[in-house]
């Protein structure tokens, strides 16, 4: 595969544009085909065959576009579809899951009281059963499906602070947050909240994603197979998805930049 060959990065929305961006921004010299899957959003409350449909079919799309690696920038497709991705196809399928190791390793040995917060599909899924299984013995571990979160990036709502602080108040006012250590943003389009989850949080609260180790990831898995673009490459990113509507489009170049 040509060094120059795009890296494909799916979401089931809007979502994964996070990475994108931070993909663009990490590794500047490579070309990005982003492909959101909004026409047929939200993967979360789907059953595990229709994201795994659905993900096979956005692939196999890259695969005729040459693409030399694909980054799932959803944590529900990895987790429906991502082994099932990597025995059909020689190229790297790199995935995601919500970062509760590292939220867990930010206690430096001690107990963690950590919320997951991730769409439904994800949380039940049993991908995420073994992480809890390895980290809900010696730290604390409340699960949060959110998905009024994903609805409001996908409609464009999240400048409107009433509706993205009531939807925060509705699933988090039952917590202690005091008393949480940190919160694991487990959904690619919780990303874009981040602000205001520190505003909404307490400050000793750690607000955790997995981004940044996606991105490493998929850096020393193209180092190793000599395919990271040369560095005189001028990189770029190409944004498309299933809903060509033009809300969709401009509101996916705002979230990108």
Same mark, same amino acid.
Do not use: W
């Given at each position: 595969?040509?060094?120059?060959?795009a890296i /494909?990065?799916?979401?089931?929305?809007?979502?994964?544009?996070?990475?994108?961006?931070?993909?663009?921004?990490?590794?500047?010299?490579?070309?990005?085909?982003y492909?959101?899957?909004?026409?047929?959003? *939200?993967?979360?409350?789907?059953?595990?065959?229709?994201?795994?449909?659905l993900?096979?079919?956005?692939?196999?799309?890259?695969?005729?576009?040459?693409?030399?690696?694909?980054?799932i &920038?959803?944590?529900?497709?990895?987790?429906?579809?991502?082994?099932?991705?990597?025995?059909?196809?020689?190229? $790297?399928?790199?995935?995601?899951? *919500?970062?509760?190791?590292?939220?867990?390793?930010l206690?430096?040995?001690? $107990?963690?009281?950590?919320?997951? &917060?991730?769409?439904?599909?994800?949380?039940?899924?049993?991908?995420?059963?073994?992480?809890?299984?390895?980290?809900?013995?010696?730290?604390?571990?409340?699960? +949060? $499906?959110?998905?009024?979160?994903?609805?409001?990036?996908?409609? /464009?709502?999240?400048?409107n602070?009433?509706?993205?602080?009531?939807?925060?108040?509705?699933?988090?006012? =039952?917590?202690?947050?005091?008393?949480?250590?940190?919160?694991?943003?487990?959904?690619?389009?919780?990303?874009?909240? +981040?602000?205001?989850?520190?505003?909404?949080?307490?400050?000793?609260v750690?607000?955790v =994603? /997995?981004?940044?180790?996606?991105?490493?990831?998929? +850096?020393?898995?193209?180092?190793?197979?000599?395919?990271?673009? *040369?560095?005189?490459?001028?990189?770029?990113?190409?944004?498309?998805?299933?809903?060509?509507?033009? +809300?969709?489009?401009?509101?996916?170049?705002?979230?990108?930049?």
């Amino acid at each position: 595969m040509s060094s120059s060959a795009a890296i /494909g990065v799916f979401d089931s929305g809007l979502g994964g544009i996070s990475v994108a961006r931070e993909i663009r921004s990490a590794m500047p010299n490579e070309h990005i085909l982003y492909f959101g899957d909004s026409a047929n959003a *939200p993967y979360g409350i789907k059953t595990p065959e229709e994201v795994k449909k659905l993900s096979f079919a956005i692939v196999e799309r890259f695969v005729n576009l040459n693409v030399k690696a694909v980054v799932i &920038a959803c944590n529900t497709a990895t987790s429906a579809a991502v082994k099932d991705l990597r025995a059909h196809y020689d190229i $790297p399928i790199i995935g995601m899951e *919500p970062a509760l190791k590292l939220a867990c390793d930010l206690g430096k040995g001690e $107990p963690q009281r950590v919320i997951v &917060a991730a769409t439904e599909l994800t949380l039940r899924e049993r991908k995420f059963a073994d992480l809890l299984q390895r980290f809900s013995q010696n730290n604390t571990i409340f699960s +949060r $499906p959110c998905p009024d979160l994903v609805r409001i990036v996908e409609q /464009g709502e999240l400048g409107n602070r009433d509706i993205v602080f009531a939807a925060l108040h509705k699933y988090f006012d =039952d917590y202690d947050l005091e008393s949480i250590d940190s919160v694991v943003l487990g959904c690619t389009h919780f990303i874009f909240y +981040r602000d205001y989850f520190r505003e909404f949080l307490p400050s000793n609260v750690n607000i955790v =994603d /997995g981004n940044a180790g996606t991105i490493n990831h998929l +850096r020393e898995v193209l180092f190793e197979r000599s395919e990271l673009a *040369p560095q005189t490459e001028i990189g770029s990113i190409t944004l498309s998805n299933s809903d060509t509507s033009n +809300r969709i489009s401009v509101l996916s170049k705002t979230l990108l930049n």
